[in-house]
């Protein structure tokens, strides 16, 4: 099992930054790549940005240019740094890890980032 522990939601005004951190324990050896998803109200889940054990990246076109991903292996830590925030920004965010294992994956609770003056 792996646990997921996320940080560093919160209400923030367009144009402005927050980072999230997402913390990683339990089968670590287990984790292969990581990332953030996020979900708005009546909206489906859809993938922010990941990043392999490598440290290649993948981001939507949607928050290209504005988020940065990175993972900090030591501490089995990933970030995400959101810059130029956008009220379309808002919604639930989730930490994901996937696993060596085909097919499993593992989910945090959720942050909120609200973007809204």
């Known amino acids: 099992q792996v646990q997921l522990m996320e940080s560093g939601g919160g209400l923030v005004q367009p144009g402005g930054s927050l980072r999230l951190s997402c913390a990683a324990s339990?089968?670590?050896?287990?984790?292969?790549?990581m990332g953030w998803y996020r979900q708005a109200p009546g909206k489906q889940r859809e993938l922010v940005a990941d990043?392999?054990?490598?440290?290649?990246?993948n981001y939507a076109d949607s928050v290209k240019g504005r988020f940065i991903i990175s993972r900090d292996n030591a501490k089995n830590t990933v970030y995400l740094q959101m810059n130029s925030l956008k009220p379309e920004d808002t919604a639930v965010y989730y930490c994901?890890?996937?696993?060596?294992?085909?097919?499993?994956?593992?989910w945090g609770q959720g942050t909120q980032v609200t973007v809204s003056s």
């Open positions: 990043i392999t054990n490598g440290g290649s990246t």
């Open positions: 994901n890890a996937d696993s060596i294992v085909p097919g499993l994956d593992y």
């Open positions: 339990g089968r670590i050896f287990s984790i292969d790549s």
